[in-house]
C-alpha cells in the first residue's frame, strides 16, 4: 500500500512539474499540438539549420623509423616520400552572420588546418576561409561563400542563471547534427588548464568529442555559448561539459572583424582575490571583486588614480566577482577603449575612466630562433624589465607562422615550461627540448599570466 502511494504522489510530482516548465500560455514552442506531449522540436526547427558539421584536414609527421627511410620499403607499402600524413578530424560550428557566411568555432577545431570544409544541415559543402582565430579563448571566425543562410541570434550569457535550461547542438563522434539537453550547472568556471582566457558556462547537456564548435541555446533560441571542452575519464560526456560564453565570443570576433586578432592591452595594475582573511582586515564588507595589488609607474592605472587596496567591482557596469574576472574582461578591450571602473575605496564607492593601453615594451638582449616554435625569436629578460620576474622575451612572431598560431605574441615573458621555472634563452630551450608529450609555456602577457598549450 506505501509503495502504491508514493508511486501516485511520484506521478503527480511530474505532471506539477511539467506544468511549471512548460506553461501553455508562455508563448514558447513547447505543445505539441498533434500530440499533446511537451516537445522541443518547433524551437529547434527554427536553430538546427544555423549549426554546421566541420571537416578538417590536416597534416602530421609520420612516426620515425628507420625503414621508412628505404625507399623500396616506402615504394612496397605505399608510404609516401615526405614523412608526412593526412589526418582528418571533424568538429562543429555556427552561423553568426548570413549575408557574409561568418562561421564561429572552436580554435582548437580549426588548429594546424590545410583545409577546412563546413557541411550545411541540408548537405551543402564549402570550403571556408579563415578570418582570424584567438587562441586564448579558443574561438576561430569562417567565412563561407554561401547564400540562404541561416545564423543563430546571439544571446547575453551574462543574463544565464544556474538552472536555466539550455541545448547543446553539434556533431558528437562524427555522428551527424545531434541535439542533447540540460541545465546550467555553474557559471564563471576557470582553471581546467586550458588555453587562456577562462570564464565558462558548465552545463549538463551531453557534450562529447566532436560537439566542440557547436552551439549551446536557450529557450528562446538564443547562441549563449560555444561547447568548447568536457571532463570525462574516458575522454566520452560524464555530465560536465564547457561552453565559452556568448558576452566573450562576441567581444572577440568584433576585434577579428576589424583587425584579423584580437589585440589586448595593458592597465599597468596587477589584482589579486580576495580572501576571508583579507577582507576582515581590511574591512571589506564581502570577499566579490578583485584587489589592486601593485600599479606601474607612468602606466594607464596611476594616471587614473588607481592605488594599491583599491577593490574593483565592475567594468563597464557589469559586475566583477573574482580577479580572473578583471583579467577576462580587460583582455576583451581593445586597445585604445576607454572603460568605466566602479571602485572601492575606504567604504565609498566611486567610478574612473581609463584607456587600455598598448602592451608593454619590454627590453631583451640579442634574439634567438625557437626551433620548437617555428617564426618566434626570444631572448634574455634583462634584469628588472619586468619587476622580480624572471624569463625570456619573445622578441618577434612571424604572423601565421606556427607559433603565431599556437598563440604567442611578440612582448610575451616567458617564465615557466610545464611550470618550471626558466630563466634564459639557455634554460627555455632546453626544457622545450625535454618536453615530450605537449608543452605549457607559462607567461605574463601585459598584465595578467596565462598559459599556452603547445602540442
Do not use: C
Not at 544555423?50 to 620515425?64: G, H, K, P, T
Not at 617564465?415 to 634563452?425: A, D, I, P, T
Amino acid at each position: 500500500m506505501r509503495k502504491s502511494f508514493q508511486l501516485v504522489l511520484l506521478s503527480a510530482s511530474l505532471v506539477i512539474l511539467l506544468g511549471v516548465v512548460f506553461p501553455a500560455h508562455s508563448g514558447l514552442p513547447f505543445a505539441d499540438s498533434k500530440n499533446g506531449v511537451p516537445t522541443l522540436a518547433p524551437l529547434l526547427q527554427g536553430v538546427t539549420p544555423a549549426v554546421v558539421n566541420i571537416s578538417v584536414q590536416s597534416r602530421s609527421a609520420i612516426e620515425d623509423n628507420p625503414l621508412f627511410r628505404d625507399p623500396f620499403f616506402r615504394r612496397f607499402f605505399n608510404i609516401p616520400d615526405q614523412a608526412v600524413q593526412q589526418e582528418r578530424s571533424a568538429g562543429s560550428g555556427v552561423i553568426v552572420d548570413a549575408a557574409s557566411g561568418y562561421v564561429v568555432t572552436n580554435y582548437h577545431v580549426i588548429k594546424d588546418a590545410q583545409q577546412v570544409t563546413v557541411t550545411l544541415k541540408d548537405m551543402r559543402q564549402f570550403v571556408a576561409k579563415l578570418v582570424g582565430s584567438d587562441p586564448g579563448t579558443d574561438i576561430a571566425l569562417l567565412k563561407i561563400e554561401a547564400k540562404n543562410l541561416q545564423a543563430l541570434r546571439l544571446g547575453d550569457s551574462d543574463l544565464l542563471n544556474v538552472g536555466d535550461f539550455v541545448v547543446a547542438i553539434g556533431n558528437p563522434f562524427g555522428l551527424g547534427q545531434t541535439v542533447t539537453s540540460g541545465i546550467v550547472s555553474a557559471l564563471g568556471r576557470s582553471g581546467l588548464d586550458l588555453e587562456g582566457y577562462e570564464d565558462f558556462i558548465q552545463t549538463d547537456a551531453s557534450i562529447n568529442p566532436g560537439n566542440s564548435g557547436g552551439a549551446l541555446i536557450n529557450l528562446k533560441g538564443e547562441l549563449v555559448g560555444i561547447n568548447t571542452a568536457i571532463i570525462g575519464p574516458s575522454g566520452a560526456n560524464v555530465g560536465i561539459g564547457f561552453a565559452v560564453p556568448s558576452a566573450m565570443v562576441k567581444a572577440v570576433l568584433d576585434q577579428i572583424e576589424r583587425f584579423g586578432e584580437v589585440r589586448r592591452g595593458r592597465l599597468g595594475a596587477s589584482s589579486e582575490d580576495i580572501t576571508h582573511d583579507l577582507a576582515r582586515s581590511l574591512g571589506l564588507p564581502s570577499t566579490e571583486g578583485a584587489i589592486i595589488s601593485t600599479v606601474e609607474s607612468k602606466s594607464p592605472a596611476e594616471q587614473a588614480g588607481l592605488k594599491p587596496g583599491d577593490v574593483i567591482t565592475a567594468v563597464n557596469g557589469r559586475p566583477v566577482r573574482r580577479s580572473i574576472d578583471l583579467r577576462n574582461k580587460i583582455g576583451m578591450m581593445p586597445i585604445g577603449e576607454t572603460v568605466n571602473l566602479t571602485i572601492l575605496r575606504d567604504g565609498k564607492t566611486r567610478t574612473t575612466k581609463i584607456k587600455i593601453a598598448k602592451p608593454l615594451e619590454v627590453p631583451g638582449t640579442e634574439a634567438e630562433t625557437v626551433p620548437q616554435l617555428a617564426g618566434a625569436t626570444v631572448a634574455n629578460l634583462k634584469a628588472g624589465a619586468r619587476g622580480k620576474i624572471e624569463g625570456v622575451i619573445v622578441t618577434q612572431v612571424d604572423a601565421n607562422s606556427p607559433a603565431w598560431l599556437h598563440g604567442l605574441r611578440p612582448g610575451d615573458v616567458i617564465f615557466g615550461v610545464n611550470r618550471k621555472k626558466v630563466r634564459s634563452v639557455q634554460e627555455f630551450l632546453a626544457a622545450l627540448q625535454s618536453s615530450e608529450d605537449r608543452i605549457i609555456l607559462n607567461l605574463l602577457r601585459g598584465d595578467f599570466r596565462l598559459a599556452l598549450v603547445i602540442r
